[in-house]
């Protein structure tokens, strides 16, 4: 069994607009667990206006200066399909140059249901079946920029010649994830495959949520079927589960909470047999099983979120009574 | 003797990818300007692919979370005209709530020309000719203005068009934070109407004015109009904002500063910049001579002078900056 020894941290960033936090508070709280040998990683998350919230690259410029060792993550880089690709290469470009060689991008679709990505997309000219394919373009068109000088491309979106961005990123490579999470039930079989053949194709990472049962160790398993396929080692290739927590000796009231959380981040969207895969919640103990079956699932790392509107509390307890112990 | 001016301190965040600084040493700078209580702003440039440096936002972010209370500008920012609006609004809603209100400023620009920047490449990268960055800096002006102040905004124009957009989150700074225009007219072919029509953009759309490589009584001139023009537009004369984009060389060797500002500016702009212009552009040479520029200035309504200290040793001369020219700026009572 492999266990995590470190965890990452996920701001609740939309928390701003329901009173669980502020742009300050994040920042502290970051700040804080940069400090401890516990995590190695921080996330914030993206959309522009389909999930909207404080924007991912300013606040990562304001991490990079007030953290010095871990990670700095957005997972998912919803708008990543619709942002201009040379501006967005730039900007994380000098992230990484702030960070002393610090982000990581975890890029996706931004496909959301019910028609926010699409009214989001439509801003752009990009519609909802488009996306796939601006992530790759996206993808391929950061690499070749962050690589070299006097990049030409010629692309289905966007193409450009002769373009050479400065500053160039302190990683090299600087790398790009895919977070995905398909739902093996609910698209058809060459559809689900698709979505993981590009994790194993052209990602350095693969981030996921789990939205049901076991959904994250069913797609990990695919994904290492796949990646040695494209004869690439499953052993080399890094994942994270995105996964969120609450601690309460009422496991019902943890999952209570935790529901109405993302009730107002996301709208009611996640039922409570969703909320509950996703969700470490219950005692200590209960939690530490929950993060442990995850890990057991194939989770090298998971990044937590805290699902509850006291977040220093939970954050004193998580760090103290649960996480150091998900290894022991 | 003195007429009241404030300072900013302009980081030249160029230097780092001339190899000249690095980025910390950069962030360290603004964070210590603070500490002095001597500087009412930091001040970064901008552009993307033309005259390339760090990008403006995400170092603005890094100095908004390590600073206070200091204001924070972006002068100019030159990418005004070809960044999205929808990602700007947003972008910059987020500093100003990082930063708290009343901190940040954005002195937006044309961009397009001049300067030894390669243009060519930012213009055809971005697909956007020169000739529709005054258009779209306008438009992105109004664009930034609507999204952050309604609750669902709509705007028509030639090149920016969108109707009921929810763009949050909104800026802290109510009613918004402000939006400035950097602008240094010169007639073209001896057509002064170039400098008119500059003057009222400024008077109509922005909330206060950046400018640089003026003499005193230009400034003079053009502020006069300024003020003039929105006093016609019924718009508010007292609290407008000013900024003088100056350099700085402090040397007892007038010729010694001379030099070294001259081989900065050139490295800075990958160009040979004539005399005059370094001359009307640095004030170099010994401290008094660099208090008589500022005050001369001073003089001629300029509320703030930035400075960019146009050495390859920042931390001596900010040292000299703090120690012997701001003080003769600070009254005592």
Redesign the interface.
Known sequence: MITPTRFGLTLPQRGVFFGITTVTNMLDMAHEADGMELFDSVWVGDSLLAKPRPDSISLLGALASVTKKVALGVGCMASFPVRDPIMFAYQWGTLDLISQGRMLLAACTGLVAGGASAKEGALWGVADRERAALLEENINICRKLWNSENVTYSGTYTSFEDVTIMPKPVQNPCPIWIASNPSRGRLSESAWERALRRVAIMSDGWMSAQTSPRSFGDNWDKIVELLKEEGRDPANFPNIAYYNININPDREEALDESKKFLDEYYGPVFSPSMVEAWTASGTPKQCIEQLRALANDGAKSITLRITSWKQEEQFKKMVQEVLPYVTS | MTVDVKFGLTLPNRM??LGAAN??DI?RMGAYAEETTLFQSLWVGDS??AK????S??????????TCSIRLGVGCMASFPI??P??LA??????D??AGPDRMILAACIGGAGGGGDWE?EQ???DIPTGHRVRRMIENIEALRALWTLDKASYEGKYVN?SE?????KPLTKPHPPIWIAANPRPVNNDTSVIQKATKRVARLSDGWMTTMVTPQTFGERLEAILTARSELDLDTNNFDNSLYYNANINEDKEAAFAESKKFLDDYYSTDWPKEIVDLWVAHGSPEEIIGKIQGFAEAGVKEVTIRLTSYDQKAQLERLINEVIPAFISRT
């Open positions: 780092v990818v980025m910390q962030i993307i692919l390339r440096r760090p990008e936002i995400a170092l603005l972010a890094a100095l908004a979370a390590r960044r999205n929808f990602v947003a972008q910059w809603a987020t500093l709530m990082i490449m055809e990268a971005f969108f957009v929810i763009s949050e989150p």
